[in-house]
């Protein structure tokens, strides 16, 4: 009884084994043509490894902070990316998201936190939050905020105004990370 015992438990480890041997192939054979892993022989190198000319680049890693920007705990405006990062005291990213830049922006460089105002009119008239003052520019003051309503419209390049908008949760973000005093790098 003891070897037709072992000798049913070989045979299910036999079907175990074969049923993902199985279950393996067909994920294998499900996965798009673009994300299969080509098949080489050892020693011969991939067809990726050199881009032909006039290839995409791969996308930018949006958490990656740019290097140009110094160091330590600082809110990074990156002016061409419309991006803001928010860089703990690792230099690390606790946050980055997308803004509206206004129709002044300050020259790249560092700045700090000058003045912060909970809830005020903006200068183009819309209700704003979490308003974040960090530089002036031709007698405009630049800084970060947030639309009461959410909104982000393109800054009318017609008036001069300084608000950076975000979105209302990057704004509440903006409030807690950047006191007065707090580092601002721009770059370009």
């Known amino acids: ?8 438990v070989a045979g299910l480890t036999a079907a175990a084994v074969a049923v993902v041997a199985f279950l393996a192939y067909q994920a294998s ?13 050892p020693g011969t190198v991939s067809p990726s490894a050199s ?10 890693n949006p958490l990656t902070v740019p290097a140009s920007s110094g160091t330590g705990e600082r809110v990074v405006y990156a002016l061409k990316d419309r991006r803001v990062w928010l860089v703990d005291g690792k230099n690390k990213a606790v946050r ?23 809830s005020v009119t903006g200068s183009d008239g819309v209700q704003i939050e979490h308003v974040v003052r960090f530089a002036t520019v031709q007698d405009v003051t630049v800084g970060f905020s947030a639309a009461v309503d ?11 105004t300084g608000g950076i908008r975000m979105k209302r949760a990057d704004g509440d973000a903006m409030w807690t990370f950047a006191s007065i005093g ?6 370009s």
């Open 29 to 41: 054979a499900s996965v798009p043509a673009e994300l299969a892993e080509p098949s080489r022989t």
């Open 1 to 8: 009884m003891a070897r037709s015992s072992s000798g049913f």
């Open 182 to 187: 707090a580092k601002v790098v721009v770059v």
């Open 96 to 118: 980055t998201f997308t803004v509206a830049p206004s129709s002044v922006s300050p020259e790249p460089g560092a700045y700090a936190v000058t003045s912060r105002s909970g």
């Open 51 to 60: 881009a032909p000319a006039g290839t995409k680049k791969p996308a930018k």
């Open 150 to 160: 959410g909104s982000m419209p393109s800054a009318d390049p017609s008036r001069k």
